[in-house]
């Protein structure tokens, strides 16, 4: 009997891109390239390849996974992660040859790209030549295409001055990937607004993780920032 979860993971390592691209045809197609001017932002912060292997407890020999700039990375360029995986329970393991295999691959969209098309040099990648030709199914689930705001405007200047004002330091510009699924159809609901999102948190709050915390100042400076915001705009 050929081994399901070894056909999986032979499938799944298509999806290597050792510290270059993802080797998926179409993968990188139409992404919104960065302005001179969000370059020259992504400059002045102070983060860079020693500061985010800190941040992430990365061992010293441990490479990351691609040459670009960690924040362009993460803001800019699409991504795929293989978020969870199943084929038998580590609780009940027997020595058992098994007959199917389960994964989740996750891809961001960059701005500019179409999600279908993302989908589709996936699944052509997932799905050729399978090891002991195995039968493979790729189920998309309900995705999220790319948005992007302008942060120039009233709103923005505010926004900017609220937050130098609440936290008592000049503001930093950086894009931030995210899944937040009510802004794009918010914003085209009310024609193409832009978007002011608050999301405050400091370097340990650990965000989304069973530890999340935020440190008690920060809500004291975030609640400042949110009262200067508001009067600030509520002016124009």
Known sequence: MPDAAIALNAILARLFWKNGKVPAPGFYDDIQPMTSRERE??????????????????FLD?????????????????????????????????????????????????????RHKVLDAVTKLLMKDPPWNARVKVTPSRGLGPWITDPTGPAFDAA??????????????????GSIGFVQPMSELLDNAPVVMFGIEDPLSNAHAPNESLHENDFIKLTKSLATFFDLFGRN
């Open 41 to 58: 932002w992504m400059k002045q912060l102070p983060i860079d390849e020693k500061h985010i292997r800190r941040e992430l407890g990365l």
């Open 62 to 114: 441990v490479e990351l996974a691609n040459r670009l700039h960690p924040l362009e990375q993460t803001s800019r360029q699409p991504a795929v992660t293989i978020i969870a995986q199943e084929a038998s329970s580590l609780a009940h393991k027997s020595n058992q040859v098994l007959n199917k295999a389960t994964a989740v691959v996750s891809c961001r969209i960059a701005p500019g790209q179409d």
């Open 160 to 177: 900017r001055a609220a937050l130098r004002a609440g936290f008592g330091k000049e503001p930093g510009m950086i894009g931030a990937g």
